[in-house]
């Protein structure tokens, strides 16, 4: 089968031909037909799993997929053949994932049907970056009428994010270039900020001078997140999820949240899944590109919302 590898760690990712994988005991065997792209596929080529998960190569990439269940080992009574699910393909040993035409998942992992009027690519836009949004909306138990920051709102997570921010009442001031502005604000943000065109602190400062209640950032390094923690108020609520929070340093400011690691699985994504369903939360999709295409999606910056890989 086609598959997108990393022969070892530090490789550039390359199209492969891979042997069919079997589905053991509890465990299904997924005809891959979409496959979202997240840095986090970027960082495991690079070698982020070593000392942390046990881990095969070639490494398959891919975390989010999306397709049909294809067969069934033994014990399996969740799922059926024929069934369409989306989940992460991300267990140990690692390199198994989902940039793959088949892939295996555990039935009790994060593998979820997909609800009737949700499209197999849109499914696979959601698993990572749409349940870490909706965790991080939970976590800050946002409130009508607050005021939320949203630092790197135009990519996977922030398109998310500014959506649920939104639907919890939330007024969203999101980072945009000027070409993405009239994306966020059509997701949800009352207003954008044009982060290269000088500080965002002083632009928000001079938005909310009395400050803002949540810092939802998903880009920022310690430092420049330590100076945008400076506009929320005492009481509020800061989150990084590239842990670059200095949780001590929030608590003394009287400031909760720190860094967050999403652990969403199979009910959380069937939570965002039904919000898909009935309409609440859209799909951003950047653009779909065919499996071969992988190599030029996998680490590409300056993301609008989600690419999927179609198979
Ligand atoms: N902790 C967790 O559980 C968890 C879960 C998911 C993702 N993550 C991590 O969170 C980060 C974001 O993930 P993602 O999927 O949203 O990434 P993404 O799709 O690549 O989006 C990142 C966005 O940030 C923008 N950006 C870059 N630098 C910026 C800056 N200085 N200020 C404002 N915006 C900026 C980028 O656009 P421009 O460059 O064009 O502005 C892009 O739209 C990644 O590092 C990812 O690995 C962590």
Redesign the pocket.
């Known amino acids: 089968m086609r598959a997108i590898v990393v022969r070892n760690f530090g490789a550039t990712p390359e199209l492969a031909d891979m042997p069919l994988p079997e589905p053991g005991p509890g465990r299904v065997r997924v005809q891959i037909e979409a496959a979202g792209v997240?840095?986090?596929d970027q960082?495991m080529a690079e070698g982020y799993l070593e000392g942390i998960m046990p881990h095969d190569f070639p490494m398959i990439l891919g975390v989010d997929g999306a397709g049909v269940i294809a067969a069934a080992g033994p014990g399996v009574h969740r799922f059926a053949v024929g069934e369409r699910v989306v989940g992460k393909f991300l267990y140990p040993p690692a390199g198994h994932g989902s940039f793959a035409e088949f892939s295996i998942a555990p039935e009790d992992g994060a593998l979820v049907p997909i609800p009737q009027g949700v499209s197999t690519v849109a499914a696979a836009a959601l698993p990572?970056?749409g349940t870490?949004a909706q965790d991080l909306v939970d976590a800050a138990a946002i409130k009508p009428g607050q005021t939320v920051l949203i630092?790197?709102?135009?990519?996977?997570?922030?398109s998310f994010l500014v959506q649920l921010a939104n639907i919890a009442g939330a007024q969203v001031l999101a980072?945009a270039?000027a070409a993405?502005a009239d994306q966020v604000t059509r997701l949800g943000a009352a207003e954008t900020i044009d982060?290269t065109a000088g500080s965002?602190t002083d632009q928000v400062r001079a938005l909310r001078p009395d400050g803002i209640d949540a810092l939802f950032d998903?880009?920022?390094p310690p430092e420049k997140l330590a100076e945008l923690t400076d506009l929320v108020r005492s009481g509020g609520a800061v989150y990084s999820?590239?842990g670059a929070a200095d949780e001590t340093a929030l608590r003394e400011r009287g400031i909760t949240g720190g860094n967050?690691?999403?652990s969403s699985g199979a009910s959380e994504l069937a939570r965002l899944l039904a919000r898909v369903a009935n309409g609440d939360v859209v799909v951003p999709i950047e653009g779909t590109i065919p499996l071969e295409q992988a190599p030029t999606a996998i680490g590409a910056?300056?993301?609008?919302g989600?690419t999927v890989l179609t198979l």
């Open positions: 997240n840095p986090f960082r990572t970056a870490t630092v790197g709102a135009t990519g996977g997570v922030g980072t270039r993405a982060y965002v998903l880009v920022s999820i590239i967050l690691v999403s910056g300056g993301a609008r989600k």
